[in-house]
């Protein structure tokens, strides 16, 4: 597929033969030796020899930097190395397959963990716990356990992540979120100090608990900084997780020693993974399969990542083949636990392989908001452009979850308008692994290293998260640069006018969380860009620059920028549109024919001038999945007409009667067969929605519901909200029994 692509790009291009036909006789052997070479044992120290010296090679990285230079000039550059050749499995080949609500992870021996752990919360004398064990044991989900169990006990709880160099600003910005301080520390750009003063101050006299989660090393002054002073009163706990027992002293923690599984323990987590929950299919398999436990020292995670990457076979060879490569790679490390991830990465298939050690994107303390991980995916090439591109992604997430390199939930997200949100997350360490990975080949996550001038041939640079204050990139040619990510650096005001002026090939650019107002022109130069996130910034216009993205797929933007500009209609590949703040939208909108997601403020599509998108509009943009929409007194005839028939991809519609006129819910939305999520205001509401077989989330506000006794009928409804209808007192008492539901319904309003 390279070669092909390159070769249909060469024929424009005569100059460009002799380059091409050295890369054409090459690539293909040297493609292939690397992925047989890739699927061999990382100890394998004759191919380790190889790379390692290919990888220094100046002839080939002149050669290949000499080529790729001259297809930028001519604005060629496209995805020509497809990160992998294996298509999408039959068995995941939809376009998304979610967990119910929660992360479902299978536990064994957690139990009596959880009571021992509560019975020390009840021990007054000791404010701080800590639960220490080696990486992989299952401390941080011990922790999960208690804290979901306890947290409604206190007047806050409070769950802080920790990785490896950590941030006050950062930890402090999270406790006052928690507080419900909003941005106070960031706006008024205040000390440690008085940071840590006003969250003491919030928290004095209250009952709380706070979770220090991973924590490598602490500081004696580590919970005055934060403003976590436990000598208030005796109804403040403190519950650390940590690899080190140093941490437990400096902070004069009671000590919980977590022990690994015991036999039986180990065997039935592994049964479950490897068998489905059964037995082994024979005894020989069995044999194996205890060997290999032993071998995973009854650690849960290793257990549990190698278990899921067993062949799904009878013969015995093959499992012998894994516990010899097992052991193999563990005599070669005295740590245990991070040679048997690295097995479990090195047997992915390649596209696997990036998009796994693309997760180093997101600071370990984030949950993953899986829609922004495949736009990024996308954005990077790791998933081929063409048809199904969509079910690749979503089929990347369902594999690494079956492999345990994931956890996937749905989370209920309050707000404008109430969802249910798909996120993942990676364990601490497999999230550790991530970032090693990354590290070699060619990625920056360090302010010391990005200021360097040496590292001219780095991939990405990530430093969402590092507190720093201007982007310290130091001005070299980072023509191979890829992905900058400076997310959530507040103190970030200004992008300098040339730092773009170096990047041509950079696919992603994270800005969001930071406090610049203006973007430099020479970001318009880069015409591979496909995934720029402004949100949260303080830009309120559109920049100019933006217009000449002609590859951007996702833009984002901070709801204080209330309009769209005539021109947007240029950006031709968009798929992905946030601006929160816009309500009415330019005409030219509708040109945009591969948008997938508008997310807006209310819609507002009323016919005034020719200047905004009207309802006719819609006729061009048959790939929305995703729109809220208000109905005026110009547009409600479109609606009784069945103008959102035409929607049929849309999955989550929110629409809203903003007028006195009673209106029904046109019948031929039933055509939306792909609906998840609907959310009516003020409509009435036909039978046929029962019909609707595979929408899970039903909200019906101050509308006609007396068909409501029949929506016990829908299939795959997960969550349902009534209000504002006094015919609706309750629910029917079969609701939910047909399989597994969420249902919630808030008080009515009193007549």
């Not at 990382?42 to 220094?56: A, D, I, S, Y």
């Not at 601490?428 to 996550?445: M, R, V």
């Not at 996130?533 to 209330?562: D, M, Q, W, Y």
């Not at 009534?722 to 079969?734: I, Q, T």
Request: with cysteine; glycine share 6%; aromatic share 8%.
């Amino acid at each position: 597929m390279a070669v092909q692509k390159l070769t249909d790009e060469a024929k424009v291009l005569p100059d460009f033969s002799n380059d091409f036909s050295w890369l054409k006789d090459n690539l293909t052997t040297v493609r292939g030796f690397l992925q047989d070479a890739d699927q061999q044992s990382p100890n394998n120290e004759g191919v380790k020899q190889w790379l390692e010296k290919g990888g220094t090679s100046k002839d080939i990285k002149e050669r290949m930097r000499y080529i790729i230079e001259d297809v930028n000039k001519l604005k060629l550059l496209r995805e020509v190395f497809p990160a992998s050749d294996v298509s999408p499995s039959t068995s995941h080949s939809v376009e998304r397959k979610k967990s119910y609500l929660l992360p479902s992870v299978h536990s064994v021996g957690i139990e009596s963990k959880v009571d021992d752990m509560l019975r020390l919360l009840d021990n007054n004398a000791s404010p701080i716990i800590a639960v220490v064990g080696m990486g992989g044991i299952g401390n941080s989900y011990l922790l999960q356990h208690v804290y979901h169990n306890v947290k409604e006990r206190y007047d806050k709880s409070i769950w802080l992540s920790f990785s490896l160099s950590y941030s006050i600003s950062t930890l402090q910005c999270d406790i006052a979120s928690h507080l419900g301080l909003g941005q106070q520390n960031k706006s008024e750009g205040i000390s440690h100090e008085r940071a840590a003063e006003l969250i003491h101050e919030n928290l004095k006299g209250k009952r709380y608990l706070v979770v220090l989660d991973d924590l490598w090393e602490a500081r004696e002054d580590l919970l005055s900084k934060l403003g976590l002073l436990t000598g208030d009163n005796g109804y403040c706990k403190i519950l650390v997780s940590t690899r080190n027992r140093e941490v437990c002293t400096i902070l004069n923690a009671h000590i919980y020693e977590m022990q690994c599984l015991l036999e039986k323990e180990s065997w039935s987590l592994f049964c479950f993974y490897a068998f489905k929950g059964g037995k082994a299919p024979n005894h020989q398999i069995e044999e194996v399969g205890r060997d290999i436990v032993k071998q995973c020292g009854n650690l849960p995670l290793a257990i549990k990542m190698v278990a899921a990457s067993l062949p799904k076979t009878t013969m015995p060879r093959d499992w012998v083949r894994k516990l010899h490569r097992l052991k193999e790679v563990i005599i070669a490390d005295d740590d245990q636990i991070l040679p048997i991830l690295r097995l479990s990465y090195f047997t992915l298939p390649a596209r696997l392989k990036a998009c796994f050690a693309f997760l180093s994107f997101f600071p370990k303390v984030e949950q993953i908001n899986c829609e922004y991980l495949l736009y990024l995916w996308i954005g990077e090439g790791f998933i081929p452009a063409g048809e199904g591109q969509w079910e690749a992604a979503w089929d990347c997430i369902n594999q690494l979850t079956n492999l345990c390199l994931l956890q996937q939930w749905e989370q209920y997200e309050d707000g404008p308008c109430c969802k249910l949100v798909n996120y993942c997350k990676s364990h601490d360490l497999l999230h550790d692994l991530a970032i090693t990975i990354s590290k070699e080949n060619k990625c920056i996550f360090s302010v010391e290293e990005a200021s360097k001038g040496e590292n001219s041939d780095c991939c990405r640079i990530l430093l969402g998260m590092k507190d720093v204050n201007d982007p310290p990139i130091s001005e070299r040619r980072l023509v191979w640069l890829r992905t900058l990510s400076l997310s959530q650096n507040w103190r970030i005001t200004n992008i300098p006018g040339n730092l773009f002026t170096a990047m041509r090939g950079l696919r992603v650019l994270e800005l969001s969380g930071t406090r610049i107002s203006k973007l430099p022109q020479s970001l318009g130069k880069m015409k591979l860009l496909k995934i720029l996130n402004l949100n949260g910034t303080k830009i309120e216009k559109v920049p100019e620059c933006v217009r000449h993205l002609k590859s951007l797929l996702f833009l984002a933007l901070p709801p204080r920028c209330k309009n769209l500009p005539v021109w947007i209609n240029e950006v031709k590949c968009l798929q992905h549109l946030q601006c929160k703040g816009v309500t009415r939208m330019p005409k030219g909108i509708s040109k945009l024919v591969a948008l997938r997601t508008l997310r807006s403020d209310w819609l507002d599509l009323s016919s005034k001038g020719d200047r905004f998108m009207g309802p006719n509009d819609f006729v061009h943009m048959t790939q929305l999945q995703e729109l809220s929409l208000d109905v005026n007194n110009e547009m409600d005839s479109r609606i009784e007409e069945g103008i959102l028939a035409l929607l049929v991809k849309m999955r989550r519609l929110t629409i809203c009667n903003s007028i006195a006129k009673d209106l029904e819910l046109p019948k031929k939305m039933a055509a939306m067969e792909d609906l998840e999520s609907l959310i009516i205001w003020s409509f009435a509401v036909g039978s046929w929605i029962c019909d609707m077989a595979n929408l899970r989330e039903l909200e019906l506000k101050w509308c006609d519901c007396s068909n409501y006794p029949e929506l016990q009928t829908m299939p795959s409804l997960v969550r349902l909200e009534l209000s504002g209808n006094d015919s609706c007192k309750e629910l029917p008492k079969a609701f939910g029994q047909r399989g597994p539901r969420r249902v919630y319904t808030p008080a009515l309003p009193q007549n």
